[in-house]
């Protein structure tokens, strides 16, 4: 195994805190690495979608993506039990699997492939998908080759839940800073209406609201186009 590749594989897997991540581009090169370094065929990644539905996110070549998508059409196959149970599918040998998944083995047959391993990509109790390794020859797999592919789908694995955790985090902050200029415009709003109807704030507030919701609009909407005079407002100014 290439000590230097696989160094630089963790490290590239690791740097997700960019502005310009890319999902995709990022589970390609996991696949693209463990087929290089882990005497892999093909491997591919699924991952569970927000109705925990799993989706084929990245494939090596277009004959596993395939297969994939031919797991989940037809619901049976290590991938799926993987991701089911959390724990990991290791299949030294397809043909003995017949009875357990006679679609899916018939299919990796016909694909080429005699072996598959599948392993949960999963932290802790939460599970977002599953990492597929798929050889051509059946026979067993290599244990240390099976804990360095665990320890790259552990760190990818990481990898997506911190880049979702951060996507979360600007969006929540997105919505608070909105939700500050919102304020600051309500304010001008109120005391711009206070001193032109020679009302009290809150008598302005009450004003501004009820018009906004006689009109079906937002509230910071009517503030801005009290504001900036930008539209006529009738039934807010008497």
Known sequence: MNQQLLAKTFVELADNLVADFDLIDFLRLLTDRCVSML???????LLADRDGKLRVMAASDEEVRLLELFQLQNDEGPCLECFGTGAPVIVPDLTREADRW??????????????VQALPMRL????VGALNLFRAAPGPFDPSA???AQALADVATISLLQQRSAHR??????????ALNSRVLIEQAKGKLAERQSIDMERAFTALRGYAR???????????AFIDDSEPLPGLVT
């Open 39 to 45: 005497d892999a065929s093909a491997a591919g990644v």
């Open 102 to 115: 006679p679609r899916f083995v018939t299919a990796a047959h016909r694909s080429g492939f005699g072996a």
């Open 124 to 127: 802790r109790a939460e599970t």
């Open 146 to 148: 099976t804990l360095v």
């Open 169 to 178: 985090s600007t969006v929540l902050n997105e919505q608070l800073q909105t």
């Open 214 to 224: 006689a009109h079906n609009r937002r509230l910071s909407d009517v503030a801005r």
